[in-house]
């Protein structure tokens, strides 16, 4: 039987929010919105036209959302957290991570081109969405999942309560620096108006 310490220590542990967790919900948002990429893509395979407003609007998401705001809470923190407590950043699941976010860089770089060439009236630049945008959807759902399931346990695991209470203050700090106060809820806004646009 637990002593009244015990159980106080354990519902204090319970309810600290961890920072591994606001990631995890995070991704979820991200692999909304690769969804609605991925059907998309369907359109612009089947030569249907996609406004190309709406598509202006994924690629702000996908650069502001999950690489400004979510790759940098990783990157600038959680990692360099993670590189104090003893993991190598260019070797081992750190290694891997920032070279997958590079990767997903480039094919963002290839959709946003492919994207001003098909706003300005270029049909042909659909096809260069669709490559760059299901390269990217094929990473980052692997990505998240490695992330999720191997990764953030790893942190869990390594890193002193007062550490990921520190890394949630760092967190807010950033979104409000990087993204602005309010835009986190308008970029869901703007999930679920293209759920329903996309994924009817």
Do not use: W
């Not at 919900?25 to 991925?38: D, P, R, S, V, Y």
């Amino acid at each position: 039987m637990r002593s009244a310490e015990q159980v106080k220590e354990k519902r204090h542990e319970t309810a600290v929010v961890k920072p591994t967790e606001q990631l995890k919900t995070e991704h979820n948002a991200i692999k909304l919105m690769l969804k609605i990429l991925g059907a998309v893509s369907d359109r612009l395979e089947a030569g249907e036209e996609v406004d190309a407003g709406h598509l202006e609007r994924m690629e702000e998401f996908i650069k502001i959302f999950a690489d400004k705001c979510h790759h940098g809470k990783e990157e600038d923190l959680l990692f360099v957290a993670m590189e104090e407590a003893g993991f190598p950043r260019q070797a081992g699941p750190i290694g891997v991570m920032l070279y997958e976010h590079d990767l997903g860089r480039g094919y963002v770089r290839g959709m946003s081109q492919a994207i001003a060439r098909y706003k300005a009236g270029d049909r042909s630049a659909a096809s260069d969405i669709v490559t760059n945008a299901r390269n990217y959807v094929n990473l980052l759902s692997q990505h998240i999942d490695k992330e999720d399931n191997v990764l953030y346990p790893m942190a869990d695991a390594a890193l002193s309560e007062k550490k990921q209470e520190q890394l949630v203050c760092d967190f807010e700090r950033v979104e409000l620096e990087r993204i602005g106060p309010g835009k986190h809820e308008e970029f869901h806004q703007l999930l679920d108006y293209l759920q329903g646009v996309y994924l009817k």
